[in-house]
């Protein structure tokens, strides 16, 4: 049942597809993906304002029930159907192609704004040496460095302090990018995140030491039991575990596709979620123990100085720097942990747009990454080292997660479960490799618990941006660049989903023909869904 190697009617075959060179390789990468800005800004404060301990438990329900079983998913779409999101949703099913495109162009806008975070990182990283700051961070950081505009709009008064660093890492990215899987991404990965995890753990070892850690470190860990009454923790731990372990938007479907045949998935799987939780745990302890420092010089309670985001890292954190000892080191290592786990995210974004590019029309990797990579660099080197850089940057955040991932999660395990019902022959590919088998508690969760925890959060977030204007922003801002790029997202993933595949696309992959005919042969596939949609 192979082909030949010229593939359908005597054309040219595409080339080979890209593998890791090993499951190590792999494993950096997907944890390089998983952990990134948010697992150093957003967990402590999340976890801090939802219940401190008690919080761990909804987390690690949530971890376990939802997070993990979805993770589980994304890679054996990935993995059975060897492609790009796209690719890998035509090939499950003819109608399920928008779903891969919507996922691309959810990491096309997340990719033109989280290069504005790391340059903001990288030159915080200098100004730490010197405190550039003074005595007023916030101050320094809206007003000195971004010279934030007064008023949410479009300007294109450029910020030199910004625009330069966003252009130095757009040029590291796209080198890494062009030199392809194993020679850019995992090399890549293979030295910055090894380099973060030991800039980190010195950190929480310096924080540790810092007069007044145990004062955070009581405020992040003391329980609050009467906190798991509420449906609203529970809601929290669900949604921050979704856009931590980055499921549901393209990335693992992209990353698994380029693993070996026989590759432990749910083994991967497991060490990638559970190092990631690890790591958010530890910048919980590493931060709270700083801002248990920040709570006893300053005089004020911990919940005062406390912050998630944007204000933890550039305002409340270069105010530790200024005060705690050695605070010049303190803060090379927390924004140099920044600047590594923002580059090891932003690189597995912009794979899963060049990939599927790559695999619909059969363009070369070079050309690939460059068609792809440039325009999405232009674009954001014109929209944010600008005055309004943050305001549109805080929208397009808030809407892309919440009206972008969260909706095309939902979709994904409704079409995938109710509506395709290939929940089991996923199941049985999964389990043919893998240490850890997946049962019909797998199907139930994926089928019934997150659909009902995504489905909430959705409705919950609609009810609250769709009666107040977000961050007080003016309502033809949130038009355009909240409710209108979240409806774009739609428009755009239907739009591309009619693009023709081309001759030399990987939709006609001989190689991945031949993957198709072993499945055959081990039972794998129902005869009557045999995914050759050409």
């Known amino acids: ?34 952990v990134g800005l948010g697992n150093i800004w957003r967990f402590p404060y999340v976890a ?5 301990g008690a919080f761990l438990i909804p987390y690690l329900v949530a971890l376990l029930c939802a997070g993990i079983p979805l993770l589980f998913l994304d890679y054996s779409i990935g993995h059975r159907f060897r492609g790009s999101a796209p690719l890998s949703y035509r090939r499950l099913h003819r109608a399920a192609e928008p779903i891969g495109w919507w996922q691309v162009l959810i990491c096309f806008v997340i990719a033109v704004y989280y290069a504005a975070i790391i340059a903001w990182a990288a030159m915080y990283t200098w100004f730490s040496l010197t405190k550039a700051w003074g005595d007023d961070a916030e101050g320094f950081f809206f007003n000195n460095f971004l010279k934030s505009a007064d008023t949410a709009g479009l300007s294109f008064d450029f910020v030199a302090k910004v625009f330069f660093p966003m252009l130095a890492v757009w040029i590291v990215v796209i080198v890494i990018m062009v030199a392809g899987v194993n020679k850019g991404i995992s090399r890549a990965n293979a030295i910055f995140l090894p380099l973060l995890i030991a800039m980190f753990v010195i950190l929480v070892v310096q924080s540790l030491f810092l007069k007044g850690a145990m004062v955070g470190l009581n405020a992040f860990f003391t329980p609050n039991w009467a906190s798991l009454q509420d449906a609203s923790v529970w809601a929290a731990a669900f949604g921050h575990v979704f856009f931590s372990l980055s499921v549901a938007f393209g990335i693992m479907v992209t990353y698994s596709s380029y693993l070996k045949r026989k590759t432990d998935l749910t083994g991967s799987g497991m060490v990638v979620a559970f190092a990631n939780s690890g790591f958010e745990l530890l910048a919980g302890i590493g931060v709270f123990a700083a801002l248990g420092f920040m709570s006893v010089a300053s005089g004020q309670a911990v919940e005062d100085v406390a912050s998630g985001g944007i204000g933890l890292a550039f305002v409340a954190f270069p105010t530790i720097v200024s005060e705690a ?92 479960t109710a509506g395709l019902g290939s929940l089991p022959r996923l199941q049985r590919h999964v389990n043919k490799t893998s240490t850890i088998k997946m049962g019909v508690v797998w199907r139930i969760l994926v089928g019934g618990v997150v659909p009902v925890a995504l489905g909430y959060m959705l409705i919950s977030e609609l009810q609250i941006k769709g009666t107040e204007q977000y961050s007080g922003y003016p309502a033809w801002f949130n038009g355009v660049f909240g409710w209108g790029m979240a409806a774009a997202l739609i428009v755009g993933a239907l739009l591309l989903s009619l693009i023709p595949w081309g001759e030399k696309s990987k939709l006609n992959d001989p190689e991945y023909e031949e993957f198709n005919a072993v499945e055959v042969l081990e039972g794998d596939i129902d005869n009557n869904k045999i995914e050759v949609n050409a």
């Open 48 to 52: 801090y304002e939802n219940g401190g």
């Open 1 to 34: 049942m192979t082909k030949s190697p010229a593939g359908r009617g005597g054309t040219a075959a595409p080339a080979r597809r890209e593998t890791f060179s090993s499951r190590r390789l792999f494993i950096l990468s997907a944890i390089g993906s998983a």
């Open 325 to 416: 000892p050695f605070g010049a080191v303190l803060g090379v290592l927390f924004f140099g942990s920044l600047v590594f786990a923002g580059l090891t995210s932003l690189v597995s974004i912009l794979e899963v747009i060049v990939a599927a590019f790559q695999d619909k029309l059969g363009w070369s990797r070079k050309a690939a990454t460059l068609v792809v990579t440039i325009p999405i660099a232009l674009i954001s080197l014109i929209l944010f080292p600008t005055t309004t850089g943050i305001q549109l940057l805080d929208t397009s955040d808030a809407f892309v997660n919440q009206f972008g991932i969260l909706a095309c999660a939902l979709v994904t395990v409704i079409v995938v």
